[in-house]
Nanobody
Framework: VQLQAYGGGLVQAGGSLRLSCAAS????????MVWVRQEPGKEREFVGG????????AYSNSVKGRFTISRDNAKSTVYLQMNTLKPEDTAVYYC?????????????????WGQGTQVTVSS
């Protein structure tokens, strides 16, 4: 599976941004996909994920209620809609995938990764 993440940028606190992750190379119905973020000098942090076949989602407590993950089957694309952004959301955001219907919060479980896209939230 090849993944390409895009859509990052600079936004003011309280604003919104939507990230996209386009997937190719495999049928995604057997996969789940996650968004992960990483600040400089810190470990990667699970943000949320979606099971492709069912559309079931899971989120970290830090983004629950503000971020929403969805997918478009026709475009083989997963989205991360980020609302009410905070300066602490500033990070490089990655999408990742693995086969299976269980969304792991541990990022080491994911073996397909896209390149990161920078999100910067100014105060």
């Amino acid at each position: 599976v090849q993944l390409q993440a895009y859509g990052g940028g600079l936004v003011q606190a309280g604003g919104s941004l939507r990230l996209s992750c386009a997937a190719s190379g495999r049928t995604l119905s057997d996969y789940n996909m996650v968004w992960v973020r990483q600040e400089p000098g810190k470990e990667r942090e699970f943000v949320g994920g979606i099971v492709w076949s069912s559309g079931s989602t899971a989120y970290s407590n830090s983004v629950k209620g503000r971020f929403t993950i969805s997918r478009d089957n026709a475009k083989s694309t997963v989205y991360l809609q980020m609302n009410t952004l905070k300066p602490e959301d500033t990070a490089v955001y990655y999408c990742a995938a693995r086969r299976g219907s269980y969304i792991y919060t541990g990022t080491s479980y994911y073996n397909y990764w896209g390149q990161g896209t920078q999100v910067t939230v100014s105060s």
